[in-house]
């Protein structure tokens, strides 16, 4: 991403607030733009465009930390990873631990509720 086409990709990332912050605060996102990504690789630059369209579709919405919606998910979030993060551990053991797994070969042991006859 050259310096053209992330003052372009910054510009299109401005669209995506609501138009009556855009017009207040353009010139703050841009100067702030620019300082965060002075001497930054393209990838630097992109991770900057991305933060300020998703602060834009934040705003649009009403996910600020002015809301009560914004308030709600900021404090479930960190449950919500916890129980993925949990969920995707549950399953990688599932997946590496062939031992605990049943079988499904005749004459193997499996629990069942039924009593074997003799």
Known sequence: MTQQDSSRAVRWALRLHPAAYQAEHEAEFTAIY??????A???GRLREVLD?????????TGLGSDRMAG????????LAVAVATGNGVA???WLVAPASKPSGRPGSRTCSS???RA
């Open 91 to 93: 399953s990688l053991l």
């Open 114 to 116: 039924s009593p074997t």
């Open 34 to 39: 620019a300082e965060a990504t002075q001497g």
């Open 52 to 60: 300020v369209a998703g602060h834009g579709l934040r705003l649009r």
């Open 41 to 43: 690789g393209s990838i």
């Open 71 to 78: 308030q709600v998910l900021a404090q479930t979030d960190p």
